[in-house]
């Protein structure tokens, strides 16, 4: 039963499986990976090859349709001549150039302002449709480049573009001609694509514009495929597989058409393109199964022969494994396996031979276990010692008596090392009188056995004692009867704490592991005698801590103390900083309406409700406003109208500070500003009628520039002089300082008269500035909401040539 158990696993699990495994496992793989490397290789030329014709394929349709557009463009340049110069003539070309080229389904001419003035189709003929197409990219990129090509869109599924071409002459219009791209397909026939594969042209959008019998349907959008997506991103390389439109794996080649953005991919599916290969992957299939079975046949037979005398060697060892040495194994096989065997008898005869000489060797490893258990029981209790107590009196009496006890030594001395002094004490003793004087209680560094351990850190042992050079130990322990002397340092890290001396009777050499020995006894008195100092110098420093302490508590209380003043400081500071707050909060509010100046004198004053109470008083209003804003604000882009405000508000809003005036309020392009008002100037129509002069003066260049963008806008200002109700208006979350009364409707009739870049005064402020302007009369003005004419002045220019304004700390002391 068993021999039918071995049988089964030599031939499952044994060495009988592992060799038929191999041998089949190693022709597998040289057939898997010579079967690999082949449709590799051939997937490799396949793959290149086929996306090799497709790229061809679509380079060449990619030329004829570029071409094609080419040849459009030429046709249709001819009816842009400059012979052809009336309406007449172009509507003949027009029609001809319809009947010549059936792609084109409708041409239509734009004049030199961008207006249709001419369209013609196969149906009807339209003159001055006068449609406004000036700012079409179909226009504008035309004008720019002489021809334009407007991207592809779909008319009732179908695609059509638009090719644009500038006439001859100058601003001689342009000629637009959509075009059916329908005649794409043409390019697309299966005779060109081939049986297997498809093709089709997207735009830089991936709508398909054009395809083959087999692709897919025009106006599709195709952008999402890799292909595609690669095909249409500028810089990118194509790729040659993705997925189709019906999510098939595909090898894909594209080519663009550079002049219009296009795209023509030939795509093939990868099924079809690599049948060749699945094929041959039959076939490597096919041969490796054969070699399968071969290599399982011729591996039977040779594992077969090698399992018996495998078996025999494997009982040999089981039965030496069991301690049958007299066990030999019989295999005659004239090769390795009959040597193996042979070594194995050998063996057997050595291990025989020393089983005895083990016993023996057992038996001395035991005394000597039994001795190293009493040793480390006896360093046990020495490590108990040391770790119960920091009393040195209690620990190195029980070290000395267990070194002396492990030993087997007549006397153990304990040396302490005194750093100050630069001696060596004896602090304790066993098998010696420790209380006799003598030369030995208290030895001096030096010259001697203990400084040379200490200095040297290893263990010194003299032998015999006799032919020892003098020193005090020497002679101390050659007068007690000793021979033989073994010196072991008590030193660490931080320095040398003594010596260990060990003294025997009888003279000879200390055995290694007694040496090794000692300085383990060493290490625990270092460890005892090193506890001890700290716990002394803990002690000191805890009394030291104490007073430390006390002198942190009345530097606490004193803290306390100062930090109770940083509190009532820090108060203080702060009361000062929210009075600073309300204050600049105040000046906030009054520069949203006041020149900055105005506003710091507000609020700096005692009594700054006062200034800005309801009263009546005589002011100066100017108004100005641009000339034509509104129309250019309904013409214009509202980017536009915005930059030229900012413009406009910068360059007035300057001024305004500048002679510190009060802005009342603006409205678009519209802005008054008030003078003596909220605070008083005694020349604040001079003031009002010099800004207005150098407010001119400066957006006179600024309507020039404006101009040349395309603008016409001009510049008028109204001034009038009368008494006004002054105060605020609003509400809490929104107060305004304003004037009310008829002096700023006539300040604004006024304006509204003035024409661009006129200033136009009422007679009484040209009274009060009659001494320094140029001015002429104008006629008696009718103005909305007066009853009598209003006599009025222009302001033509200041005669001073320095400004007579009063600066603001001037202002500020009058006040």
Not at 206 to 227: C, H, I, M, N, Y
Not at 792 to 809: C, G, P
Request: glycine share 8%; charged share 25%; proline share 2%.
């Amino acid at each position: 039963m068993a021999g039918a158990k071995d049988k089964t696993w030599v031939l499952r699990e044994g060495l009988f499986a592992k060799y038929v495994v191999s041998l089949v496992g190693l022709v597998v793989f040289v057939l898997a990976v010579n079967g690999a490397m082949e449709t590799w290789i051939s997937y490799r030329a396949t793959r290149t090859q086929l996306t090799d014709g497709l790229e061809d394929k679509a380079q060449a349709v990619a030329r004829r349709m570029e071409q094609s557009i080419s040849e459009l463009e030429r046709q249709i340049s001819w009816v842009t001549a400059a012979s052809q110069d009336t309406l007449e003539k172009r509507r003949t070309g027009y029609a001809q150039l319809l009947h010549q080229v059936a792609v084109v389904t409708q041409l239509y001419q734009l004049n030199g302002e961008g207006r249709e003035v001419l369209r013609v189709s196969r149906q009807s003929t339209t003159t001055g449709g006068n449609a406004d197409l000036s700012r079409d990219m179909r226009f504008t990129d035309t004008v720019a480049r002489g021809v334009s090509y407007s991207p592809a869109s779909f008319a009732d599924g179908r695609p059509m573009m638009s090719i644009s071409v500038a006439h001859s002459g100058f601003n001689a219009g342009v000629t637009v001609a959509e075009v059916d791209l329908g005649f794409l397909s043409e390019y697309l026939s299966d005779n060109q694509v081939g049986k297997a594969a498809f093709a089709y042209v997207v735009d830089a959008h991936g709508r398909v514009l054009a395809t083959s019998s087999k692709g897919p349907e025009v106006g599709t959008d195709l952008s999402k495929l890799p292909q595609v997506a690669a095909a249409i991103a500028p810089g990118r390389e194509s790729d040659t597989s993705g997925t189709d439109f019906n999510g098939r794996a595909v090898l894909t080649a594209a080519s663009t058409v550079p002049k219009l953005g296009w795209s023509v991919l030939f795509e093939q599916p990868t099924t079809q393109a690599l049948m060749p290969i699945r094929d041959q992957l039959v076939r490597i299939a096919l041969l490796i199964g054969m070699g399968l079975l071969v290599a399982i046949l011729a591996g039977t037979l040779l594992a077969r022969r090698m399992i018996i005398p495998i078996t025999a060697l494997r009982d040999g060892a089981h039965k030496l494994g069991e301690g049958d040495f007299s066990h030999r194994i019989d295999v005659h096989t004239s090769d390795e396996l009959e040597d193996l065997a042979g070594q194995f008898n050998r063996m057997a005869g050595q291990l025989q031979e020393t089983y005895t000489d083990l016993e023996t060797k057992v038996e001395a490893r035991t005394r000597d276990l039994a001795q190293s258990i009493n040793e480390l029981k006896v360093l046990e209790e020495v490590g108990r010692a040391v770790s119960s107590s920091l009393d040195l009196n209690a620990v190195l009496p029980t070290i000395a008596a267990r070194a002396l006890e492990i030993s087997h030594a007549d006397a153990v001395l304990i040396y302490g090392y005194e750093a100050e002094a630069r001696r060596f004490n004896l602090v304790e003793a066993d098998g010696i009188d420790k209380s006799a004087t003598g030369d030995h209680v208290s030895i001096d560094e030096g010259e001697n056995i203990l400084s040379n351990a200490a200095a040297s850190c290893e263990p010194i042992a003299i032998a015999d004692l006799a032919h020892a050079a003098e020193q005090p130990l020497r002679d101390v322990a050659v007068a007690a009867g000793f021979h033989s002397v073994l010196v072991v340092p008590l030193v660490d890290q931080q320095g040398t704490l003594g010596a260990l001396v060990v003294l025997r009777r009888s003279s000879g050499e200390f055995e290694g592991s007694l040496t090794g020995l000692m300085r383990t006894f060493a290490n625990q008195a270092v460890l005892a005698m090193r506890n001890a100092r700290l716990f002394t110098e803990v002690d000191h420093k805890s009394h030291a801590l104490e007073t430390a302490n006390e002198t942190v508590r009345a530097q606490a209380d004193k803290l306390r103390e100062q930090t109770e003043q940083l509190k009532n400081w820090n108060k203080s500071l702060e009361e000062r900083v929210a009075t600073q707050l309300d204050e600049i909060e105040r000046i906030r509010k009054l520069e949203r309406f006041l020149a900055p100046q105005v506003a710091q004198l507000i609020a700096s004053s005692d009594s700054p409700e006062g200034l800005l109470t309801s009263q009546r008083r005589e002011v100066t209003v100017v108004f100005c406003d641009l000339r034509g804003f509104t129309a250019f604000t309904e013409a214009t882009e509202p980017e536009e109208a915005m930059n030229v405000l900012r413009e406009y508000h910068a360059a007035l809003g300057k001024l305004i500070f500048k002679y510190e005036g009060t802005l009342d309020k603006y409205a678009g392009d519209g802005v008054m500003i008030l003078f003596n008002a909220p605070i008083q100037f005694e020349d604040h129509t001079a003031r009002a009628v010099k800004m207005a002069v150098e407010m001119r003066d400066t957006i006179g260049p600024l309507t020039e520039r404006w101009r040349n963008r395309g603008h016409s806008l001009g510049f008028g200002i109204g001034i009038a002089l009368g008494y006004a109700t002054l105060g605020q208006v609003g509400f809490e979350q929104r107060l305004e300082y304003a004037a009310i009364g008829s002096v700023t409707n006539l300040a604004s009739r006024l304006c509204a008269e003035a024409k661009p870049n006129q200033i136009v005064v009422s007679r009484r402020v040209y009274g009060m500035v009659e001494q320094w302007v140029e001015a002429r009369a104008l006629d008696d003005l009718q103005l909305k909401g007066f009853n009598h004419p209003v006599l009025a002045m222009e302001i033509l220019s200041w005669r001073e040539e320095v400004a007579n304004v009063v600066d603001a700390s001037a202002a500020r002391r009058r006040m």
